[in-house]
C-alpha cells in the first residue's frame, strides 16, 4: 500500500515504534516530535494522513487545531487524532476540533492499520481532486 | 479483521462535527466533504459504502440531485419534523430520521449499505 503519512508526536519511543509498523506496511513516513517545527516539513511532505498526538510540551495537538489549522496543516491532508486518552475524550475533541478521525495507541492495531489504508485512501482522492482542479 | 465501513460524509459543518463523530462513534470510518464537486470525485475514486448527506434544503436538494446515477447508498440527515416527501422528491433513497442522536440509526445504515454493523 502507497502513501504519505506524517506523526507529529513527542514520545521517540512510540514514533519508532508505529514509523517502522507503517514503513512495513509500505507506507513512506515522516515524523516531528513537535508541531512548532512542522509545519515546513509537512509543506513539503504534503502527507495524505497525518498522525497528531495531543500531550505535547509547548503547543499539543488540541491546542494547534485551534489556533490555526489551515495555515498549520495541508489541505488535501486528513488528519487523525493519535493519543493515549480514552477513546470517549478522544471522541469528545474530534467533535469539537472537527478533525477526520480519532485513534486511541491502546487501540487494536490491526484495526488500527485497516483504518489507516482507508484514511489513507481518501486522502490521497483529496490531493488528486485538487491536483486536477489546479 | 473486516475493513471497516467507509462513509462519505457530506456536510457543512466543521466544527463541531457531532454527526462525523456519532458515525464513528457507530463503528463507521468517516471522511467529510465540503464541496459538491470533490463529494463526486470521491464517490468515484474510492467508492464508500455508502454517502450521508448532512446540509440545508436548499443544497441538499442540490446535491441529492447530481447522485441520480450514482448506485452508492444515500443516507439524508434530517429531524423528525422535516416531512418525508420534503426529502425523497428528487431522490427517492434512503432516509435518516436521526433527530440529533445518529448512533440509532445506525444499524439501519450498516443494513442499507449492505454492510455488518460496527
Redesign the interface.
Known sequence: MSGRIFIIDDDAEAVIGMKALLECEGYEVATSASPLTAAFELRRFDPDVILLDLNMPGLGGERLLSLDRKRAFPSGS?IVLYSGRERDEL??I?????????HSKGDDL??FL??I???V??GR??H??LK??A | ?E??P?ILLRTH??????T??DL??GGY????VFDD??AL??LR??APDAIVVDLGAHERKKFLARLDDDRTPVFVVASRSMQRHELIASVDRMLIDCDQNLMRSSSCLAEAAGVEYG
Open positions: 486528513q471522541a469528545a474530534a467533535e469539537q476540533t472537527g478533525v477526520d478521525g480519532f490491526d484495526a485497516l483504518r489504508r482507508r484514511w485512501r481518501c482522492a483529496r488528486d481532486y486536477r482542479s | 479483521m475493513l471497516q467507509l459543518h466543521v466544527a463541531p462535527a457531532s462525523a463523530v464513528q462513534l470510518l468517516v471522511s467529510r464537486e470533490l470525485f470521491m475514486d474510492v
